[in-house]
DNA sequence: ACCGCCGGGTGCC
DNA sequence: ACCGCCGGGTGCC
């Protein structure tokens, strides 16, 4: 076993070069690298369409799903059937399942699938009338870089990918009446009398629109009536059933224009059958809700003794609305004579009684308080809600969010949304409140996704228009400077904003430069130590540092320092070749801190220097400081071997290796192998295993004198002829335990044992472990190789294979 | 499935 | 006939 970064002396900058100050554009690529190695999830818009390929879906007769002409399909996998574990399953929009992929072709796109290399779309043009198969388009689209393997797998199994020209994506404009979509946008509507505050026009005309958008009985976008079917225009998709009408939408006016008043003139102006919400004495009847939250939770529960609570008949629906801030709102949109209950369901003695939710004319929590239920008995989400409205809606855009699931969970006939900002970043941001809304088909992402984000994301004009469409539909928004009537909205005095451009001085610019420079520098060693650890953690967990526990506070300085030496001289004797999370090289003048983390002592200084106030440590954030740090004493830095008394554990990487060792070793006993780590702690860790399964093994490391190494190789090459120096041609196997950032580390490892004087073949083993930086790491290899290969026209492994082939054939052997 | 595949019945022209 | 051919039974994954 060897280290090769130490022992050759090998490129030791390598794995810094992504973040060298000599390129110029070092800032760009330091955030390049930090994407593709820290990224665990691609970025799914930047996908191409690989090519198409006509299939067949069997098994029809099997199922109730059906598909019309054109209609789109979903292909899902099902690892679990028992009858074949390559199984896709073929499913319409509504998730019926109409079929199977055939059997061989199955087999081929679950390779694709399940390595991620690409997803499938399907779309059925015709044939949907078959009883037992039709055929099905199926396009594949992914990432560039796995263009190329897509299609290759594909033609290993006898299916071609066709990649010519332009081909129908799917993708067209759904047949829309544009006058519909503008109705009621134009109208008014007198709010109910029990509104305290007049409404200006255009708040008349949101009320209108509002009504008109929960009381209509329209169709949603996209969807049209065809004889007795219900039938969407974009996904061609048609059922029997009519689709869920959306009742609500998004209202996006600028701020200050009145979201909140005009809500709260809906919820008192739109009860059920277009009523008012009864008021005042009538004690008997259903009461409305509207909900809303707010970001912010003001547990301040003694504002519930603010509002009159009466014991309300329990309505079938009952409603609540919204933000902490609109609770003033409330009183001050509100006749005085009016009583109106609304509870603040917020704060550790909220009632969770269903019962005395329900009988509220309104309830307002927050997002917080309602993430924080949910899941857990959650009485907000087992009432029927009239109407559920989300305060600045836009908070709920990360459909990840705990927040956004909780509130995807209400039940509710009508939604709304208020935001004046309901796209902060991108086309992406939409889906969420689609889904809160339940815009068939789009509550489901993937048809969100495959009809709208990738067609709009990729500049298709189709695509473009149908997402303008869909968001004119159920979206009514102005801003402040647009007008009625030829009139602006809201008169308000005029607005001048200009931009003053202001010069450093040189003095001031000289200290910004050195700011920025120390910040770079700053993030890209902490940058570096955070891969460095995830790293470690792919090879072994106790590779990482240890933070010790037993360093108590309570010990005297003098047995601190002793205990501090006592850990320094474990860890320096532990890999002989401990490693600075800070240079990444072998630690050069070893000084420990306090939190018993060892670094160069040039290294941790200059993390300490570059600190304004508290220097933290690197790898556990604890305080440090340069006055105590503590130094190996000199006349024991030779020292060696520390026995460690904790228990050794193994790692499913080191299984993976013994794994394939015990193999081998099976298949022939005189294969001797080639072990090779970045770390080498990790070869330590090696030890105990190789020795437990009776394997006889030499170490080959970067501390080692020269006489030791030669010693070593000489020792294992003994049965083998051949030289010495770097010569390890008696292994013909090769594990690459971890993979080096620069490809060319590997093959010069490699080619210690291919060389002359091979007489096996070599096979060599690298591990990855999946889903990890590893894999990233494995990719900006395959970058570089790329780069190479478009520089050179070939690949600095052929260049060196040929090399060999042509000295091999010289000497004839 | 107006197929392919399987396995039983059958057998000169 | 250890074949070929015929025609019925059958059928996703």
């Known amino acids: 076993m060897f280290s090769h970064r130490w022992r050759f002396g090998w490129d030791r900058v390598s794995e810094v070069d992504l973040f060298a100050d000599r390129h110029e554009t070092s800032a760009e690529t330091l955030s390049q690298a930090i994407r593709a190695a820290m990224s665990e999830e691609p970025d799914s818009d930047g996908s191409v369409l690989f090519g198409q390929l006509q299939g067949t879906v069997v098994g029809l007769r099997y199922y109730t799903g059906v598909v019309n002409q054109g209609e789109m399909v979903g292909l899902v996998r099902q690892p679990q059937n028992p009858y074949d574990r390559n199984a896709v399953m073929v499913a319409n929009i509504y998730g019926n399942q109409v079929g199977h992929i055939k059997r061989e072709l199955a087999a081929a796109m679950a390779y694709v699938m399940d390595n991620n290399l690409a997803k499938v779309d399907g779309v059925v043009h015709w044939g949907t009338k078959n009883k037992f198969t039709m055929p099905v388009m199926l396009?594949?689209?992914?990432?560039?870089?796995?263009?190329?393997?897509?299609?290759?797998?594909?033609?290993?199994?006898?299916?071609?990918?066709?990649?010519?020209?332009?081909?129908?994506?799917?993708?067209?404009?759904?047949?829309?009446?544009?006058?519909?979509?503008?109705?009621?946008?134009?109208?008014?509507?007198?709010?109910?009398?029990?509104?305290?505050?007049?409404?200006?026009?255009?708040?008349?005309?949101?009320?209108?629109?509002?009504?008109?958008?929960?009381?209509?009985?329209?169709?949603?976008?996209?969807?049209?009536?065809?004889?007795?079917?219900?039938?969407?225009?974009?996904?061609?998709?048609?059922?029997?059933?009519?689709?869920?009408?959306?009742?609500?939408?998004?209202?996006?006016?600028?701020?200050?224009?009145?979201?909140?008043?005009?809500?709260?003139?809906?919820?008192?102006?739109?009860?059920?059958?277009?009523?008012?919400?009864?008021?005042?004495?009538?004690?008997?009847?259903?009461?409305?809700?509207?909900?809303?939250?707010?970001?912010?939770?003001?547990?301040?529960?003694?504002?519930?003794?603010?509002?009159?609570?009466?014991?309300?008949?329990?309505?079938?629906?009952?409603?609540?609305?919204?933000?902490?801030y609109t609770q003033d709102q409330f009183e001050q949109h509100v006749c005085a004579n009016v009583k109106l209950n609304v509870y603040l369901y917020y704060g550790s003695e909220r009632n969770r009684s269903k019962k005395f939710l329900s009988s509220q004319d309104v309830v307002i929590t927050t997002y917080n308080v309602l993430s924080a239920d949910f899941g857990n008995k959650s009485p907000l989400h087992g009432i029927n809600w009239l109407r559920v409205v989300l305060d600045e809606g836009h908070i709920i855009r990360n459909p990840n969010a705990q927040m956004s699931k909780?509130?995807?969970?209400?039940?509710?006939?009508?939604?709304?949304?208020?935001?004046?900002?309901?796209?902060?970043?991108?086309?992406?941001?939409?889906?969420?409140?689609l889904a809160f809304l339940r815009l068939k088909p789009f509550d489901v992402r993937e048809w969100w996704y495959r009809v709208i984000q990738r067609p709009v994301i990729q500049g298709d004009r189709a695509g473009l228009q149908n997402l303008q469409t869909l968001v004119k539909c159920i979206t009514l928004r102005r801003t402040k400077s647009s007008e009625v009537n030829g009139r602006p909205l809201v008169s308000l005095p005029e607005k001048t904003v200009c931009v003053e451009q202001v010069e450093l001085s040189q003095a001031e610019r000289e200290e910004y430069e050195l700011a920025r420079n120390e910040g770079r520098n700053t993030i890209r060693r902490y940058v570096l130590v955070c891969l460095y650890m995830l790293r470690q953690h792919c090879c072994h967990p106790d590779l990482l540092a240890k933070i010790s526990s037993d360093l108590g506070a309570t010990?005297?300085?003098?047995?601190?320092?002793?205990?501090?030496?006592?850990?320094?001289?474990?860890?320096?004797?532990?890999?002989?070749?401990?490693?600075?999370?800070?240079?990444?090289?072998?630690?050069?003048?070893?000084?420990?801190?306090?939190?018993?983390?060892?670094?160069?002592?040039?290294?941790?200084?200059?993390?300490?220097?570059?600190?304004?106030?508290?220097?933290?440590?690197?790898?556990?954030?604890?305080?440090?400081?340069?006055?105590?740090?503590?130094?190996?004493?000199?006349?024991?830095?030779?020292?060696?071997?520390?026995?460690?008394?904790?228990?050794?554990?193994?790692?499913?990487?080191?299984?993976?290796?013994?794994?394939?060792?015990?193999?081998?070793?099976?298949?022939?006993?005189?294969?001797?192998?080639?072990?090779?780590?970045?770390?080498?702690?990790?070869?330590?860790?090696?030890?105990?295993?190789?020795?437990?399964?009776?394997?006889?093994?030499?170490?080959?490391?970067?501390?080692?004198?020269?006489?030791?190494?030669?010693?070593?190789?000489?020792?294992?090459?003994?049965?083998?002829?051949?030289?010495?120096?770097?010569?390890?041609?008696?292994?013909?196997?090769?594990?690459?335990?971890?993979?080096?950032?620069?490809?060319?580390?590997?093959?010069?490892?490699?080619?210690?044992?291919?060389?002359?004087?091979?007489?096996?073949?070599?096979?060599?083993?690298k591990f990855i472990v999946k889903n990890s930086v590893e894999e990233n790491m494995v990719k900006i290899q395959r970058q570089k190789q790329d780069l190479v290969e478009k520089a050179f026209g070939s690949t600095n492994t052929d260049r060196k294979t040929s090399r060999i082939d042509d000295i091999k054939s010289l000497m004839e052997l």
């Open 139 to 324: 396009s594949f689209w992914g990432r560039e870089e796995n263009k190329n393997a897509v299609i290759e797998c594909m033609a290993r199994r006898g299916y071609k990918l066709n990649t010519a020209g332009s081909i129908s994506t799917g993708t067209h404009t759904g047949y829309t009446q544009l006058s519909s979509l503008n109705q009621h946008k134009d109208g008014e509507k007198e709010a109910a009398e029990s509104v305290g505050t007049p409404l200006l026009l255009h708040q008349k005309q949101a009320l209108s629109w509002m009504c008109a958008r929960e009381n209509q009985s329209a169709l949603p976008p996209f969807w049209e009536k065809r004889g007795e079917l219900y039938y969407n225009t974009l996904t061609c998709f048609s059922t029997k059933d009519i689709p869920e009408r959306v009742r609500g939408g998004i209202l996006a006016d600028d701020m200050g224009l009145g979201k909140t008043l005009t809500t709260i003139a809906l919820i008192l102006t739109n009860f059920h059958n277009r009523k008012p919400l009864p008021v005042e004495k009538c004690v008997t009847t259903c009461r409305e809700t509207a909900y809303c939250y707010s970001k912010e939770l003001h547990c301040n529960t003694s504002f519930n003794g603010a509002f009159p609570f009466s014991s309300q008949h329990v309505s079938a629906f009952s409603s609540s609305f919204l933000c902490v």
């Open 406 to 433: 909780a509130v995807l969970g209400l039940k509710a006939q009508r939604r709304w949304i208020l935001s004046g900002t309901p796209i902060q970043n991108s086309v992406k941001d939409l889906w969420m409140l």
């Open 555 to 765: 010990a005297t300085p003098a047995e601190l320092r002793e205990r501090l030496i006592e850990k320094l001289r474990l860890v320096l004797a532990s890999g002989s070749d401990e490693e600075c999370s800070v240079c990444l090289d072998s630690v050069r003048l070893p000084v420990i801190t306090h939190c018993a983390h060892v670094y160069c002592r040039p290294c941790i200084a200059q993390v300490i220097s570059t600190e304004q106030n508290v220097a933290r440590c690197p790898l556990c954030r604890s305080e440090i400081k340069t006055s105590e740090l503590v130094e190996f004493p000199q006349e024991e830095m030779e020292e060696e071997n520390g026995t460690s008394s904790e228990k050794w554990r193994t790692s499913s990487k080191v299984q993976a290796l013994m794994g394939n060792l015990l193999r081998l070793r099976c298949e022939d006993s005189s294969i001797k192998f080639l072990v090779v780590s970045q770390f080498t702690r990790f070869l330590t860790i090696l030890e105990a295993p190789l020795r437990e399964h009776g394997f006889s093994f030499v170490r080959l490391d970067g501390t080692m004198s020269q006489k030791r190494r030669t010693q070593v190789i000489q020792e294992f090459q003994s049965s083998t002829a051949g030289g010495v120096g770097l010569n390890l041609t008696a292994a013909s196997h090769v594990f690459l335990m971890d993979p080096a950032w620069n490809p060319a580390t590997e093959e010069q490892c490699i080619d210690r044992c291919h060389r002359l004087g091979q007489t096996r073949k070599v096979v060599v083993t």
